[in-house]
């Protein structure tokens, strides 16, 4: 590796076309700046990072050493440090640009948890059915789902400041941008070809894959761009972009898979990768540069080696999961840059 890609200090500015979108201007500090998201278990305590929105808001979720799962949900700013809302929800699978955080509540009753919305302090239920909120866009629209039967996936539907809204059979959402555009995956009644989707109205759209049989969206932005992982021939997984006007783009990989969880609206991609020790890599991925561990924008001797990244602001402030000191712990590492 050039020694001068790990001069503190160094911005490097690069301008490229994004992947089936416009030119569009990344800067990314390198070294960027790491930040420890703490734990609600004590110092010796486990955490993850899972959403981050352009205020620097942190959703994740903590445990305490040596166990599994991550059962209580935090929400951090670099102002106020963490705030336990495990009273309020107790999984959560998305933030929006309000703050308004969405998931599951188990209540009173094991294995049957409700969909909720998290609007500053007060928890909303989301319709009268067991399951669970999947994402939240800026305008507050919700798409939920119920819990999964033996077969296959239960129904979805969309939940608009109280008027709910059923998605068409076999239709399982994992997320929404503000034109009320809905990915994710269209089921049959064994999950032997779980197609990815983008459903627009009324239109149900198959994502491709590389030669193989499955895609999984994990994100779709403002405009329409979508990212998640697919299927190749040789039945190994690679991240996947997919441009607003459905060509797809294969993200490559470090080592064997790969697989996209986000992306920003300057084209930034976050992501896991393999290595080849059979450990795994967070990666960052835009066109000017392809896909890099996120490790190389890491200070020297700092100590992380950064597994998973799991969402990426427009400022590229990145979370996911590292380990440090032999512990796994939520981080939040800073590429905006001066």
């Given at each position: 590796?050039?020694?001068?890609?790990?001069?503190?200090?160094?911005?490097?500015?690069?301008?490229?076309?994004?992947?089936?979108?416009?030119?569009?201007?990344?800067?990314?500090?390198?070294?960027?700046?790491?930040?420890?998201?703490?734990?609600?278990?004590?110092?010796?305590?486990?955490?993850?990072?899972?959403?981050?929105?352009?205020?620097?808001?942190?959703?994740?979720?903590?445990?305490?050493?040596?166990?599994?799962?991550?059962?209580?949900?935090?929400?951090?700013?670099?102002?106020?440090?963490?705030?336990?809302?495990?009273?309020?929800?107790?999984?959560?699978?998305?933030?929006?640009?309000?703050?308004?955080?969405?998931?599951?509540?188990?209540?009173?009753?094991?294995?049957?948890?409700?969909?909720?919305?998290?609007?500053?302090?007060?928890?909303?239920?989301?319709?009268?059915?067991?399951?669970?909120?999947?994402?939240?866009?800026?305008?507050?629209?919700?798409?939920?789902?119920e819990p999964i039967p033996a077969k296959s996936r239960g129904r979805c539907w969309t939940w608009d400041d109280g008027t709910i809204e059923m998605l068409p059979?076999?239709?399982?959402?994992?997320?929404?941008?503000?034109?009320?555009?809905?990915?994710?995956?269209?089921?049959?009644?064994?999950?032997?070809?779980?197609?990815?989707?983008?459903?627009?109205?009324?239109?149900?759209?198959?994502?491709?894959?590389?030669?193989?049989?499955?895609?999984?969206?994990?994100?779709?932005?403002?405009?329409?761009?979508?990212?998640?992982?697919?299927?190749?021939?040789?039945?190994?997984?690679?991240?996947?972009?997919?441009?607003?006007?459905?060509?797809?783009?294969?993200?490559?990989?470090?080592?064997?898979?790969?697989?996209?969880?986000?992306?920003?609206?300057?084209?930034?991609?976050?992501?896991?990768?393999?290595?080849?020790?059979?450990?795994?890599?967070?990666?960052?991925?835009?066109?000017?540069?392809?896909?890099?561990?996120?490790?190389?924008?890491?200070?020297?001797?700092?100590?992380?080696?950064?597994?998973?990244?799991?969402?990426?602001?427009?400022?590229?402030?990145?979370?996911?999961?590292?380990?440090?000191?032999?512990?796994?712990?939520?981080?939040?590492?800073?590429?905006?840059?001066?």
């Amino acid at each position: 590796m050039n020694a001068l890609w790990w001069l503190a200090g160094l911005v490097v500015v690069l301008l490229a076309a994004g992947c089936g979108g416009s030119p569009a201007s990344v800067t990314f500090a390198q070294p960027g700046v790491i930040t420890d998201l703490g734990s609600l278990d004590g110092v010796d305590g486990q955490s993850v990072g899972r959403f981050v929105n352009n205020s620097g808001e942190v959703i994740g979720s903590s445990a305490p050493p040596l166990t599994s799962p991550y059962t209580r949900p935090f929400r951090w700013t670099l102002e106020g440090g963490l705030e336990d809302i495990s009273d309020a929800i107790t999984f959560p699978y998305g933030l929006s640009e309000t703050g308004d955080v969405v998931g599951e509540h188990e209540g009173l009753v094991p294995y049957e948890p409700f969909p909720v919305l998290l609007r500053g302090r007060e928890p909303i239920r989301l319709g009268d059915r067991f399951g669970f909120a999947r994402a939240v866009n800026d305008l507050g629209q919700v798409v939920c789902c119920e819990p999964i039967p033996a077969k296959s996936r239960g129904r979805c539907w969309t939940w608009d400041d109280g008027t709910i809204e059923m998605l068409p059979d076999s239709v399982h959402a994992t997320a929404i941008n503000n034109r009320g555009e809905i990915v994710g995956v269209l089921e049959d009644d064994w999950r032997t070809d779980d197609r990815g989707i983008r459903l627009e109205g009324d239109a149900i759209r198959r994502i491709p894959t590389f030669g193989g049989n499955q895609s999984y969206p994990a994100d779709i932005d403002e405009e329409g761009r979508v990212v998640g992982g697919a299927d190749r021939a040789d039945e190994t997984v690679h991240a996947f972009h997919q441009g607003a006007d459905g060509s797809m783009h294969d993200l490559g990989t470090l080592y064997a898979y790969s697989e996209a969880r986000a992306l920003n609206e300057r084209g930034v991609v976050v992501g896991t990768t393999d290595r080849a020790d059979g450990g795994y890599h967070a990666f960052v991925f835009h066109a000017s540069i392809g896909m890099r561990a996120l490790d190389d924008f890491l200070p020297p001797d700092s100590g992380w080696q950064l597994v998973e990244a799991n969402d990426v602001n427009d400022s590229n402030q990145i979370v996911g999961l590292g380990v440090r000191g032999g512990s796994w712990r939520g981080f939040m590492l800073d590429l905006s840059g001066p």
